[in-house]
């Protein structure tokens, strides 16, 4: 019995089998694997590209010139426009564009009806205004003759009246006749006197009222005398003459067509010279001044320019800029001809230098692409540029001397972390 009580006894089974120690082990293995690359692995994204279809430049250092390249347009230095001055249509045109002229010479002739009709009307009333004055005038003579015959009347009644009342106060005191008839006498006489300086001052004062009237008709009459000749001026000026010497560059006018006032119907080129004209934009507007310097080629012939005058008007975003040659200007330039010209903003300076490249208009500037040659990875890079010109840009933080970057577009990387270079 012993002995088969001795056979029943349990045995206990262990917990950490092999089996579990190595299925254990795998799991924690893997799990820090999987810990091991959220932390520590690279997640940024990566695009492969062609190294054949990227452009990669390297960060150098160098003297750094900032200018803008610009396109200038060769003009005379002095240019006389052409305006109407009196509106009309085209009737005759004795020069054409190109020919050259003296000063006094007919270039066209407009007519303009209602402007002879003005003259005609204006004529009128001038010959109107002419015969109220020459009426005013011998009214003013047959007054002064009334006037001056009614005072020598008034002046011989009142010697008469005078005398009798005289000669009545004698009678009066010898007593020969009453003293009724003394003051008839005298009353006759006083009431004379006193017409008489009546007379007087109506005479004086409508003597100045018609000299008056007289001023004021002369002054008309001269007023209109002058607005007419300035309207004939106006019909003379209806042929357009050259004020100077020089070259019909430019005329707009065709027999027929209606030009305005003040519409410009040519210019006349002084041929002493040439200057050019830019145009800038104007982001550059507070940093171009007159003297500045510019540089440009023509036949194969460097030569120097400097801003003459500036126009603050902006049109398009661009503003204009005349420019003058240092010296004479080159042989065989003609107006029209267009220049390469490089306009200087500034002196020269030693910069860490990248090339311009179209990688500007997707990062504006503010990150590049910085090769890694030992991974074969070009790298995304936070960077900081200042000034620019046509072919470099001044880079003031993020790359050293010796990176290399790619230049060219990034418009078709997306927005991954890193090119993988192949």
Same mark, same amino acid.
Request: charged fraction near 30%; proline fraction near 2%; aromatic fraction near 8%.
């Given at each position: 019995?012993?002995?088969?009580?001795?056979?029943?006894?349990?045995?206990?089974?262990?917990?950490?089998?092999i089996?579990?120690?190595?299925?254990?082990?795998v799991?924690?293995?893997?799990?820090?694997?999987?810990?091991?690359?959220?932390?520590?692995w690279?997640?940024?994204?990566? $695009?492969?590209?062609?190294?054949?279809?990227?452009?990669?430049?390297?960060?150098?250092?160098?003297?750094?010139?900032?200018?803008?390249?610009?396109? *200038?347009?060769?003009?005379? =230095?002095?240019?006389?426009?052409?305006?109407?001055?009196?509106?009309?249509?085209?009737?005759?045109?004795?020069?054409?564009?190109g020919?050259?002229?003296?000063?006094?010479?007919p270039?066209?002739?407009?007519?303009?009806?209602?402007?002879? =009709?003005?003259?005609?009307f204006?004529?009128?009333? $001038?010959?109107?205004?002419?015969?109220?004055?020459?009426?005013t005038?011998?009214?003013?003579?047959q007054?002064?003759?009334?006037?001056?015959?009614?005072?020598?009347?008034?002046r011989?009644?009142?010697?008469?009246?005078?005398?009798?009342?005289?000669?009545?106060?004698?009678l =009066?005191?010898?007593?020969l006749?009453?003293?009724?008839?003394?003051?008839?006498?005298?009353?006759?006489?006083?009431?004379?006197?006193a017409?008489?300086?009546?007379?007087?001052?109506?005479?004086?004062?409508?003597?100045?009222?018609?000299?008056?009237?007289?001023?004021?008709?002369?002054?008309?009459?001269?007023?209109?005398e002058a607005?007419?000749?300035?309207?004939?001026?106006?019909l003379?000026?209806?042929?357009?003459?050259?004020p100077?010497?020089?070259? $019909?560059?430019?005329?707009?006018?065709?027999?027929?067509?209606?030009?305005?006032?003040?519409?410009?119907l040519?210019?006349?080129?002084?041929?002493?010279?040439?200057?050019?004209?830019?145009?800038?934009?104007?982001?550059?507007?507070?940093?171009?001044?007159?003297?500045?310097?510019?540089?440009?080629?023509?036949?194969?012939?460097?030569?120097?320019?400097?801003?003459?005058k500036?126009?603050?008007?902006?049109?398009?975003?661009?503003?204009?800029?005349?420019?003058?040659?240092?010296g004479?200007?080159?042989?065989?330039?003609?107006?029209?001809q267009? =220049?390469?010209?490089?306009?200087?903003?500034?002196g020269?300076?030693?910069?860490?230098?990248?090339?311009?490249?179209?990688?500007?208009?997707?990062?504006?500037?503010?990150?590049?692409?910085?090769?890694?040659?030992?991974?074969?990875?070009?790298?995304?890079?936070?960077?900081?540029? *200042?000034?620019?010109?046509?072919?470099?840009?001044?880079?003031?933080?993020?790359?050293?001397? *010796?990176?290399?970057?790619?230049?060219?577009?990034?418009?078709?990387?997306?927005d991954?972390?890193?090119?993988?270079?192949?």
């Amino acid at each position: 019995m012993s002995d088969i009580s001795g056979m029943d006894r349990r045995v206990e089974r262990k917990f950490w089998t092999i089996r579990k120690i190595v299925y254990s082990s795998v799991g924690t293995l893997a799990g820090i694997m999987i810990f091991y690359n959220l932390i520590f692995w690279d997640h940024s994204s990566r $695009l492969n590209v062609d190294t054949e279809r990227i452009s990669i430049s390297d960060v150098t250092v160098g003297e750094f010139q900032e200018f803008i390249p610009e396109t *200038g347009t060769v003009i005379p =230095l002095r240019t006389i426009f052409l305006d109407a001055t009196e509106g009309g249509q085209v009737d005759s045109v004795f020069v054409e564009a190109g020919s050259y002229v003296n000063k006094g010479d007919p270039i066209l002739r407009l007519a303009n009806t209602n402007l002879l =009709l003005d003259i005609m009307f204006r004529e009128a009333e $001038l010959f109107q205004q002419s015969n109220n004055l020459r009426n005013t005038h011998l009214a003013m003579q047959q007054n002064r003759l009334r006037m001056t015959e009614q005072l020598l009347d008034l002046r011989y009644q009142l010697s008469q009246k005078k005398r009798t009342y005289e000669d009545s106060r004698a009678l =009066l005191k010898k007593e020969l006749i009453s003293v009724r008839i003394f003051d008839e006498a005298k009353e006759a006489f006083e009431y004379y006197t006193a017409k008489l300086e009546l007379t007087a001052e109506n005479a004086r004062q409508d003597s100045v009222f018609r000299e008056t009237q007289v001023d004021q008709l002369e002054e008309g009459l001269n007023r209109m005398e002058a607005n007419l000749d300035m309207v004939k001026k106006n019909l003379d000026n209806l042929t357009l003459r050259a004020p100077i010497d020089g070259q $019909l560059t430019s005329l707009n006018a065709e027999i027929g067509q209606t030009k305005n006032r003040g519409e410009q119907l040519g210019r006349i080129d002084i041929p002493v010279g040439f200057k050019a004209r830019v145009q800038v934009d104007q982001h550059y507007l507070s940093r171009v001044q007159v003297g500045q310097k510019a540089t440009s080629t023509f036949d194969d012939e460097d030569i120097e320019l400097l801003v003459e005058k500036i126009y603050p008007e902006v049109v398009n975003s661009r503003f204009e800029v005349d420019m003058q040659f240092v010296g004479s200007a080159p042989k065989g330039m003609r107006r029209g001809q267009t =220049l390469r010209i490089r306009l200087d903003l500034g002196g020269s300076s030693e910069a860490i230098l990248l090339k311009r490249g179209a990688f500007w208009q997707s990062t504006g500037g503010q990150w590049v692409y910085v090769v890694d040659e030992k991974d074969n990875l070009a790298k995304k890079r936070e960077i900081r540029l *200042g000034r620019s010109n046509s072919i470099y840009y001044e880079v003031l933080e993020g790359l050293n001397i *010796g990176d290399k970057v790619v230049t060219s577009s990034y418009e078709t990387f997306g927005d991954v972390d890193q090119l993988v270079l192949k």
